[in-house]
């Protein structure tokens, strides 16, 4: 591994071997996403507690001040709205030379494995890869997950999987019941995503649950965001991640923060 690439993914995967990402690309595909309307806003009082920030181009030009101190993981796919049936057959969006002007630290791309399109998204992802590892920058594989494929064990190892044979530094997919299945099979670092707004107690739940299986962290966006009190739900998922608090007292140390 060149030492450009070590030293990017030693920036996002901390010194323990967990990170969390704050992610805010929704509106790539989303729009103005609930609690994401005016982004900067939202996510300026979070920075501090994300080891990275992942997130669009557009919504990074925008946004976030050049001073960011942040290592910022690009969202590189793309193509679909919440609109189209074919939700996330997706193609490359940016191109290495603009993700590296803007100083991205690595960068993101969705596959749907199992969608008709899939070998749409495997071709265009292991061509992000090949650029990415040109320049020593790691690539982030979603494994996204369509409205008709179970997100289980069988599935997600499959694609957990593919992703890293197919060249993924990350790979980022969601926890499911058997996790240490795809943690087990999968040969990089897994962060799972928080997907929908769910209670806060139970995405502390969720996080925990990842951790202790054996995830190296969580890439959480809508059940920070969109919290009653993203601050203290930021801290929450870091303590979890980085400090190896159990969920009980994670719900006790949102609920204080919360109400100091
Ligand atoms: C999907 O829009 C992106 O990949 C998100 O970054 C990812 O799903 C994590 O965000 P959330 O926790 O809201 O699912």
Redesign the pocket.
Known sequence: MSWGMENRLSRIIRPDGHTL?L????G???GPTTGLEALGETVNPLLPYGDSL?LTRGALRQYISPQLDTPIIM?VSGGTSILNKNLLHEGITVSMEDAIRLNATAV?F?ILVGAEFERDTLLAFTQVVDEAERYGIPTLA?T?VGKALVRDAKYLSLASRMAAELGARIV?TYYCENFERVINTCPVPVVI?????IPEHDALTLAYNAIRSGAAGV???????QSEAPVAMIRTVRAIVHDGINDAEAKEMYEEIKNA
């Open positions: 990402m992610a805010v690309d929704h790539y595909f989303m992942m969202r993101a969705s979603v996204a980022k995503a928080g997907g929908k707004k890439a959480m966006g809508r059940n920070i965001f």
